[in-house]
């Protein structure tokens, strides 16, 4: 499915009386808004529509300068890269900038880990259950994760983790050629 940016909205009735939905495309995505027309045009069926704010989302580029960086931190402080290290690094550095974050509380967290990319156990406290039953429940703080961020909310990130890098040592060719993206931070 093809899709475009559009920089305007417009409403119109033609001749018939029928409402015509009139987007603007923005400069940068004129062809493809060109290509999405022609392709809908081909298809003579009904269409479902569905217009939604842009989202200026990070880029697959962002996401693997990022992993390579948390990779890196975690072999510098724990000697190796397994997941439970390099996930135990996002959430330091998902804190560290200050993301936005859920308390929840749980029996445990393989409820949590399939709508939460980054869930972290802080305690448990005992709750009244609805049968008036005292339980104890898991806290967790629970992260959407860098899927759903910005390009800003991602450079954001890439700094904290470039400057973990700093303060651990970590200078080499990769490392200094995320800092020139992002300057000197």
């Known amino acids: 499915m093809s899709k475009f940016v559009g920089k305007g ?18 400069e940068r995505t004129r062809s493809a808004a060109r290509a999405t027309v022609n392709e809908l045009k081909a298809c003579n069926r009904e269409l479902s529509v569905e217009i939604k704010p842009y989202s200026n989302a990070r880029s697959l580029r962002q996401n693997a300068m990022l992993w390579a960086l948390i990779g890196k931190i975690a072999e510098e402080e724990c000697g190796y890269a397994r997941n439970a290290e390099t996930i135990e690094v996002y959430c330091d550095l998902l804190e560290e900038a200050n993301c936005v974050f859920e308390w929840i509380l749980a029996k445990d967290a393989a409820a949590l880990r399939g709508s939460y990319r980054a869930v972290r156990c802080f305690g448990e406290r005992e709750v009244i259950d609805k049968d008036g039953n005292i339980i104890s429940l898991n806290i967790y703080k629970c992260y959407v994760g860098s899927s759903k961020f910005t390009v800003d909310e991602m450079k954001q990130l890439i700094e904290c983790a470039l400057d973990r890098c700093a303060e651990l040592g970590i200078n080499d060719s990769e490392t200094e050629t995320v800092r020139k993206t992002y300057g000197n931070v």
């Open 9 to 26: 909205i417009s409403l119109m009735t033609n001749e018939e009386g029928d409402v015509l939905v009139v987007i603007k495309a923005s």
